[in-house]
């Protein structure tokens, strides 16, 4: 039954992320949908909410582009409901996926508090996408679609607990890796994830050692 909604609903996405280069674009749906629903095979929830909400949580994403400043989840639900207007869901389950995706970047370490299994899973999914190889390569990609610098040695690295993609406090893409990426797997919610997540954490430090040791030129 997923797989059909999701056949139904990809022309539509596919035409709406074309143009994006910040990371965000139909591959990251893609496999976002695909850690979501392999931990949801583990972990338990819903499977159509899971993998219709992943495969639609970035549409604030599109808005944000268009209009030039910060777009919440919670904004995009009126367009997430008209792209899931051509299909037959009812009410219930669209509201579900609505919850998911408004819901998906409420981080716990926030002080948010959010228990629904269907919203922690995409939100596992999500910040799993963020890390590891792929991580890497889409924070680079986010990074030059914003004008950041890879790095600026004259800015302190900063691990603070307070990341809000609005404030856009990140100095360089490096920043980044410290201001919330190397946090990640100490916040993931599901065991599925926590594990997934170790070995993506790995990678991206001996990514950042490999990085500064060139950087100085070390290498």
Not at 4 to 26: A, C, M, N, T
Not at 76 to 88: A, G, M, Q, Y
Not at 170 to 180: M, P, Q, R, V, W
Request: charged letters at 30%; aromatic letters at 10%; one cysteine or more.
């Amino acid at each position: 039954m997923l797989e059909q909604y999701i056949e139904k609903l990809r022309p539509i996405v596919i035409d709406l992320f074309k143009d994006d280069s910040s990371g965000h674009d139909i591959g990251h749906l893609e496999r976002t949908m695909r850690l979501a629903l392999h931990i949801q095979e583990k972990e338990g929830g819903d499977r159509l909410v899971i993998g219709i909400s992943a495969f639609l949580h970035d549409v604030h994403r599109i808005l944000q582009n268009s209009v030039g400043h910060f777009v919440s989840p919670k904004e995009s639900l009126s367009t997430v409901r008209e792209i899931l207007s051509n299909t037959d869901l009812d009410e219930e389950t669209i509201k579900k996926i609505c919850y998911c995706i408004e819901y998906h970047e409420h981080y716990n370490w926030n002080g948010n508090n959010v228990d629904d299994i269907n919203a922690l899973i995409l939100q596992d999914a999500d910040n799993l996408e963020a890390i590891g190889a792929i991580g890497i390569g889409r924070t680079f990609s986010y990074g030059g679609s914003h004008n950041l610098p890879m790095y600026d040695e004259s800015v302190a690295l900063n691990e603070n607990n307070d990341y809000s993609e609005f404030k856009e406090s990140d100095k360089s893409t490096i920043h980044h890796f410290y201001h919330k990426l190397f946090k990640l797997k100490d916040n993931m919610n599901t065991t599925t994830a926590k594990a997934m997540a170790e070995e993506r954490t790995s990678f991206m430090i001996k990514f950042v050692d490999e990085f500064f040791a060139e950087w100085k030129g070390e290498k």
